[in-house]
């Protein structure tokens, strides 16, 4: 079963960028939408982006539209999310998954493999 593992958060002042990636072991991300979602004390898991397989359609969250990117790379296994602008908000654990459906949907309970999460911390 594929395993799938986050890297590159940390702290950031507000206004900066950080890139996280998602690499898979064990299996491959091909023919899966993977998906970042993030997660806060105050808040149930939140959905940020996903991209599918078929076709590399995109989504989005309103809160992070036009500032966060998200691509893949199957030949590397790896997924990525490309964060600017941060704001105070987008203060969370980020989460990677993966649909063998290839829905690419918006609930976390579409997706059936996670990663152990990574911090992302906006702070000046």
């Known amino acids: 079963q594929v395993q799938l593992v986050e890297s590159g958060g940390g702290l950031v002042q507000p206004g900066g960028s950080l890139r996280l990636s998602c690499a898979a072991s064990g299996g491959t991300i091909s023919a899966n939408a993977m998906g970042w979602f993030r997660h806060t004390p105050e808040k149930e898991r939140e959905f940020v982006a996903s991209?599918?397989?078929?076709?590399?359609?995109?989504f989005y969250s309103d809160a992070v539209k036009g500032r966060f990117t998200i691509s893949r790379d199957d030949a590397k296994n790896t997924v990525y999310l490309q964060m600017s602008s941060l704001k105070l908000e987008d203060t969370a654990v980020y989460y990677c998954?993966?649909?063998?459906?290839?829905?690419?949907?918006?609930?976390?309970?579409?997706?059936?493999?996670w990663g152990q999460g990574t911090q992302v911390t906006v702070s000046s």
């Open positions: 991209i599918r397989w078929r076709d590399d359609r995109i």
């Open positions: 998954a993966a649909d063998r459906y290839d829905m690419g949907l918006r609930s976390s309970v579409d997706y059936d493999t």
